[in-house]
């Protein structure tokens, strides 16, 4: 088992897009596509901490938006199709962008969330 102080920190940037273990940078954050693994097969750091919430989703809706919105617009105004080609060319592309940006951008935010050490909000007595 690696100990904390053991390495360096890895950056939390590469490891929240490769999904890797925000401690160590070897082990793996995720279970299954979008399930967190419980701990860190290497390290053994416990993801109990970890929350995300909605802020994947946000992101994904306002990148993944603007890029296939965007392509969209441009289709439209450059070569003015019927409406079936932007469902069969725009639908699937929104699915892939959304899809393949949601998994980087949850791992992202939870290894930000281990790096800066935050946690829920308490009131003091």
């Not at 940037?13 to 925000?22: R, Y």
């Not at 793996?28 to 419980?38: E, I, N, P, Y």
């Not at 990148?63 to 199709?81: D, H, N, Q």
């Amino acid at each position: 088992m690696i100990r904390e102080g053991e390495f360096s920190p890895p950056s939390p940037f590469v490891c929240g897009l490769k999904g890797s273990c925000p401690r160590c940078g070897r082990g793996k954050l995720f279970a299954g596509f979008f399930t967190l693994a419980t701990r860190c097969g290497n390290c053994g750091l416990d993801f109990g901490f970890a929350d995300s919430g909605d802020g994947p989703a946000v992101f994904v809706s306002l990148i993944g938006g603007f890029l296939v919105l965007g392509a969209a617009l441009w289709t439209e105004l450059l070569y003015e199709p019927p409406f079936w080609v932007h469902l069969v060319i725009f639908l699937p592309l929104t699915l892939i962008v959304c899809l393949g940006l949601l998994r980087p951008l949850k791992g992202l935010l939870i290894a930000l969330q281990y790096r800066n050490k935050a946690e829920q909000g308490r009131l003091k007595d």
